[in-house]
């Protein structure tokens, strides 16, 4: 059984850095969406973390400054190896993980929430509005679920 303990609330940079170096740990090992990260992409999380960091320290605590595209690396990715909605699930899927696994509250909510909107909006860029309107929750099969492994790690 997985304890939670206290977690606390997102409240700083500092701690954007520590979820988002947990969450990139977790996407670069997936077998699923790894590859993105790894072989399509080559990412290089050092070179990577700062701006992504900033993109969501403006989207939760609104102390940054971000003005990219974030859609850009997305659609391009797609062009060599189409994202679907099982890709972006099983993204959502180890964002809430590691959300969860760290925080609690209602910046960690949103950061869940918001994570998940994103998620939807560049299926829907890339596929259309009709991708995301079958199966369960609307969403194409398109399921986020928090993955147990994480959520429990210390």
């Known amino acids: ?8 609330d997102i409240s700083d940079r500092g701690d954007l850095d520590v979820l988002l170096r947990r969450f990139y740990a977790a996407a670069f090992a997936d077998r699923l969406i790894g590859p993105f990260f790894t072989e399509i992409a080559g990412t290089d999380l050092d ?3 700062p701006r992504i960091t900033d993109f969501w320290e403006r989207a939760l605590l609104r102390t940054a400054d971000y003005r990219h595209d974030a859609f850009a690396p997305h659609a391009a990715l797609h062009s060599s190896r189409a994202l679907t909605a099982a890709h972006f699930g099983r993204w959502v899927q180890l964002w809430r993980a590691a959300v969860d696994g760290l925080h609690r509250g209602p910046v960690a909510e949103r950061a869940a929430a918001q994570g998940e909107r994103i998620a939807l909006a560049m299926l829907r860029r890339l596929h259309g509005r009709d991708a995301v309107t079958d199966g369960p929750r609307g969403a194409g099969g398109f399921v986020p679920l928090a993955a147990l492994a994480l959520r429990c790690a210390a």
């Open 47 to 49: 070179a990577h973390l």
């Open 1 to 8: 059984m997985c304890t939670t303990g206290q977690l606390r």
